[in-house]
T-cell receptor
């Protein structure tokens, strides 16, 4: 079966711009989580969506937002980009039903803010 | 709040040897899950092994096994017969029911030919 698909793989944006990242989970997975990965801070949780509802939220400013569509695809938006937003953004999907825990990750989107 | 600690930022092992990566965690929940994830230089994060806290038996997946010490809140990963393809960042992680997965800072493992 197809894995988690993240697009685009690479992005270069200018400070002050906004960006939208996309994630298509594994078919049948209703939970989508987003993480920011940087060398200094490691993997930091952004938010989780389950059946179109935000269920968990990390400690990021309001410039970071997301949504999930009825087909479970998710988008993440960052407005007014700052240099510090440069990172690898990882999306992970999960079945989150019964005892099936653990994520399947996408390949990530490498965002560079200049 | 959950926390995950990995005290070894970098490790190396000779090919075909065995290596153990350490992880400690803290949670107030009684039901939780523990994971080891591998992130090779290609950056795709892959689930290596999963342990459910209520199961006493240590999980194994081929050359990968864990030593789960619940009372000590320790969850180490043992890689047997190390291969060059095992070179990667390894992240220990924990998750309680319906909560987010919390990752440790990672251990960079290099397998030396």
């Amino acid at each position: 079966k197809a894995g988690v698909t993240q697009t685009p793989r690479y992005l270069i944006k200018t400070r002050g711009q906004q960006v939208t990242l996309s994630c298509s989970p594994i078919s049948g997975h209703r939970s989508v989580s987003w993480y920011q990965q940087t060398p200094g801070q490691g993997l930091q949780f952004l938010f989780e969506y389950f059946s179109e509802t935000q269920r968990n939220k990390g400690n990021f400013p309001g410039r970071f937002s997301g949504r999930q569509f009825s087909n479970s695809r998710s988008e993440m938006n960052v407005s007014t980009l700052e240099l510090g937003d440069s990172a690898l953004y990882l999306c992970a999907s999960s079945l989150k039903e019964g005892e099936d825990y653990g994520y399947t990750f996408g390949s990530g989107t490498r965002l560079t803010v200049v | 709040a959950q926390t995950v600690t990995q005290s070894q930022p970098e490790m190396s092992v000779q090919e075909a040897e065995t290596v153990t990566l350490s992880c400690t965690y803290d949670t107030s929940e009684s039901n939780y899950y523990l994971f080891w994830y591998k992130q090779p230089p290609s950056r795709q994060m892959i689930l290596v092994i999963r342990q459910e806290a209520y199961k006493q038996q240590n999980a194994t997946e081929n050359r990968f096994s864990v030593n789960f010490q619940k009372a000590a809140k320790s969850f180490s990963l043992k890689i047997s017969d190390s291969q060059l393809g095992d070179t990667a960042m390894y992240f220990c992680a924990s998750q309680t029911s319906y909560d987010k997965v919390i990752f440790g800072p990672g251990t960079s493992l290099s397998v030396i030919p």
